[in-house]
């Protein structure tokens, strides 16, 4: 991807684009909360599926 492409999104989309990494940390987060230690994939997976099928709010990731 070139570097004038990259730019115009960060243009027309502007702070939307942390959202992918401040997304990914707060779902990986979440997950390995979850399942713990766990090095199961299967396991992770059905945790991910559980979250992507119910509705959530993102405060509700974050870890109290």
């Known amino acids: ?3 004038l492409v990259v730019l115009r999104f960060v243009e027309q989309y ?3 684009v942390i959202n992918y990494n401040l ?3 707060l779902v990986g987060d979440f997950i390995r909360r979850r399942v713990g230690n766990a090095t199961d994939v299967e396991e992770t ?3 991910f599926e559980r979250l992507m099928s ?3 709010l993102p405060a509700s990731l ?3």
């Open 62 to 64: 974050v870890a109290r």
């Open 45 to 47: 997976w059905h945790e």
């Open 54 to 56: 119910s509705p959530r």
């Open 23 to 25: 997304g990914k940390d």
């Open 14 to 16: 502007g702070s939307y």
């Open 1 to 3: 991807m070139g570097v």
